[in-house]
């Protein structure tokens, strides 16, 4: 069992910025990967951004890429994602979650999530 606790959503005005958290409380198998999805009211849930637990290499959606960063701390088992640049468009609950591949993309890739931290960016 693998528990994971997200944290640093809140209200932003657009062009803001953000840094999620997600503290994985077990410790974990370092091979795989780690994500962050989100969700929209009214919508499916959609893949965000992936890092490899161990090798730093990351994978962003297209919408994302150049505006957020995901990175690892792995002495404080933590994954972050700083958004920058928020667009009205990227308000939703935001989930992180650990993978079962080296660098999971797709949401059966994913076995743990967390519990979800509200994004909220106002025009």
């Known amino acids: 069992q693998v528990e994971l606790v997200a944290s640093g959503g809140g209200l932003v005005q657009t062009g803001g910025s953000l840094r999620l958290s997600c503290l994985v409380a077990?410790?974990?198998?370092?091979?795989?990967?780690m994500g962050w999805f989100r969700q929209a009211p009214g919508k499916e849930r959609e893949f965000v951004a992936a890092?490899?637990?161990?090798?730093?290499?990351?994978y962003y959606q297209n919408s994302v890429k150049g505006r957020f960063t995901i990175s690892r701390d792995n002495a404080k088992n933590t994954v972050y994602l700083q958004m920058n640049s928020l667009k009205p468009e990227d308000t939703a609950v935001y989930y992180c979650?650990?993978?079962?591949?080296?660098?999971?993309?797709?949401?059966?890739?994913?076995?743990?999530w967390g519990q979800g931290t509200q994004v909220t960016v106002s025009s």
């Open positions: 979650a650990h993978g079962t591949t080296y660098l999971p993309r797709t949401l059966d890739e994913y076995d743990y």
């Open positions: 890092i490899s637990w161990k090798g730093g290499v990351t």
């Open positions: 077990e410790r974990t198998d370092s091979s795989f990967g």
